[in-house]
């Protein structure tokens, strides 16, 4: 199985900053890479594929890179509405896996 | 508008039974692959099981041989049936239809609100 494994588990920071979330699979999945985010008592909302593209109707402070085995998810301009917990998950092959997710906090 | 309505959680004790449905509506349910995602009280997201437009279906290996994904088309509506439940299987049950059409599944766009499994005697 994939191994896919998020930095850090948690993060503050303020409204206006950006952020970083990183994630390492185990093994190269080309660009086969999604993020979700998912707010306390919600179902998760899809917000990149392909480790670069946006989904529709998600923000351009939201922006995705990576390719292989390194991926990151970086927030520009944060929202009070972008506190939430963050996941990776490859679709390169199943079993389909997700990072342990990322605690976005205000600080 | 796409909708995705899970319903068939509950209590059960461990070794029992119970089948979780989700109805779909607002895209051409019949084209898309559908799966299933839980997620642990206080836990991170798993994925349980897909199924394809055609019917081909892959499972995670902690439910393999245990959950059974399948699809009516007739009905918009795809399902999973769960047996020998654990305590482990406790969680949220999340049903979520693909990005695209003909695909395995791979990714989840729209989701259901979820439905909780309990498993406990």
């Known amino acids: 199985d994939i191994q896919m494994t998020q930095s850090p588990s948690s993060l503050s920071a303020s409204v206006g900053d950006r952020v970083i979330i990183t994630c390492r699979a185990s093994q190269s999945i080309s660009s086969h890479l999604n993020w979700y985010q998912q707010k306390p008592g919600k179902a998760p909302k899809f917000l990149i594929y392909a480790a670069s593209s946006l989904q529709r109707g998600v923000p351009s402070r939201f922006s995705g890179s990576g390719s292989g085995t390194d991926f990151t998810l970086s927030i520009s301009g944060l929202q009070p509405e972008d506190f939430a917990t963050y996941y990776c998950?490859?679709?390169?092959?199943?079993?389909?896996?997700f990072g342990q997710g990322t605690k976005l906090e205000i600080k | 508008e796409v909708q995705l309505l899970e319903s068939g959680g509950g209590l059960v004790q461990p070794g029992g039974s119970l089948r979780l449905s989700c109805a779909a509506s607002?895209?051409?349910?019949?084209?898309?692959?559908m799966s299933w995602v839980r997620q642990a009280p206080g836990k991170g997201l798993e994925w349980v099981s897909s199924?394809?437009?055609?019917?081909?279906?892959y499972y995670a290996d902690s439910v393999k041989g245990r959950f059974t994904i399948s699809r009516d088309n007739s009905k918009n509506t795809v399902y999973v049936q769960m047996s020998s439940l654990r305590a482990e299987d406790t969680a949220v049950y999340y049903c979520?239809?693909?990005?695209?059409?003909?695909?395995?599944?791979?990714?989840?766009?729209?989701w259901g609100q979820g439905t909780l499994v309990t498993v406990s005697s």
């Open positions: 607002g895209f051409t349910f019949s084209n898309y692959a």
């Open positions: 979520a239809n693909s990005r695209i059409t003909g695909t395995t599944g791979e990714d989840f766009d729209y």
């Open positions: 199924i394809s437009s055609g019917g081909s279906t």
């Open positions: 998950q490859q679709s390169y092959s199943t079993p389909y896996t």
